[in-house]
């Protein structure tokens, strides 16, 4: 099956009066076996109506997902197929897990299905969002080019990027971008290359030139610091890293997601490094409740 090469935007509750740079796509490649908590995440994303989803898979069907949630039918040879016109070469794209890199060219690769949008964005489904829009003001969007919800580093389960050609490819600026498109091997190119804790430690800017790619991070971080890019890089996400707390909680309200430990609201959980553990549980609920809560156990209500 090939990429259609034009699709009817995703329905959205957004005013037909909203501004145009409110309009956000965040994209998402998914392949293999649909997660057990996919509810959870749709159910999030419905609460969140001014914001676009676009999901290319092979695993998750249209009528699962809520009125905001494009869900594009396709394999990853299509993905494939797709990046290879895009990019003028043979893209390498041999397992899912390879799409890391790849997020970084989501803006070029898919820009048929994002002309819509003024702004485009990468995400993950190991997500539970709370009010995107408190935090992804039409302020922000107006004076960044690109914008992350990480302070330290770039990441994939959240950036957004102006959908403007320069953006969009903003990636071949890299002086390595062939480098990892055309190996098997993933870079966290579309990251930081690995280097999380150095970055998180301030310690990257001062080693760059020794890191094996030049990875979206390095590249966002020196066309900033020349003032070629206007950036806004915050910390709106909770994942293992930030809590720290044995007695962490969290909870979803309504589409509102709050630290309850520091009484404070946060804009998502990535539960990634959770996930992994037999003990993190993920309720069968038939229907996702208006509250439920999260700790290191996994979700109840």
């Not at 949630?69 to 016109?85: G, Y």
């Not at 794209?93 to 003024?118: E, N, Q, T, V």
């Not at 953006?167 to 930081?192: G, Q």
Request: charged residues 20%; hydrophobic residues 40%; aromatic residues 14%.
């Amino acid at each position: 099956m090939q990429l259609t090469p034009d699709i009817s935007p995703p329905k959205t509750g957004a005013s037909t009066d909203a501004p145009v740079q409110q309009s956000v796509c965040l994209v998402i490649c998914y392949f293999g076996k649909a997660p057990a908590w996919m509810r959870f995440f749709f159910k999030s994303c419905a609460h969140n109506p001014d914001i676009n989803f676009l999901i290319f898979t092979d695993c998750i069907s249209q009528e699962e997902a809520p009125i905001n949630v494009k869900v594009v039918p396709c394999t990853l040879a299509d993905i494939r197929s797709h990046a290879t016109s895009t990019l003028q070469f043979d893209a390498v794209l041999d397992r899912p897990y390879k799409l890391c890199d790849y997020k970084a060219a989501y803006g070029a690769i898919f820009a048929s299905y994002l002309s819509p949008y003024s702004f485009w964005g990468m995400t993950d489904l190991d997500i539970v969002f709370g009010d995107i829009t408190a935090f992804i003001t039409t302020e922000l969007l107006q004076t960044n080019d690109v914008i992350n919800a990480h302070s330290d580093y770039l990441v994939g389960h959240f950036s957004l990027y102006r959908n403007e050609a320069p953006y969009n490819r903003l990636f071949e600026i890299s002086r390595d971008y062939k480098t990892v498109y055309t190996s098997p091997k993933v870079y966290s190119f579309a990251e930081c290359n690995f280097a999380w804790t150095a970055f998180s430690r301030k310690q990257a800017r001062l080693t760059e030139k020794a890191v094996e790619i030049e990875s979206m991070t390095h590249l966002v971080n020196r066309l900033a610091d020349t003032d070629q890019l206007k950036t806004c890089f915050l910390p709106l996400v909770r994942e293992k890293p930030q809590l720290h707390k044995q007695n962490w909680l969290l909870r979803w309200h309504n589409g509102k997601l709050s630290d309850i430990s520091l009484d404070e609201e946060i804009m998502y959980f990535h539960f990634h490094l959770f996930k992994k553990s037999p003990r993190f549980r993920i309720p069968a609920w038939q229907s996702i409740p208006d509250t439920f809560y999260i700790n290191k156990h996994g979700f109840f209500a």
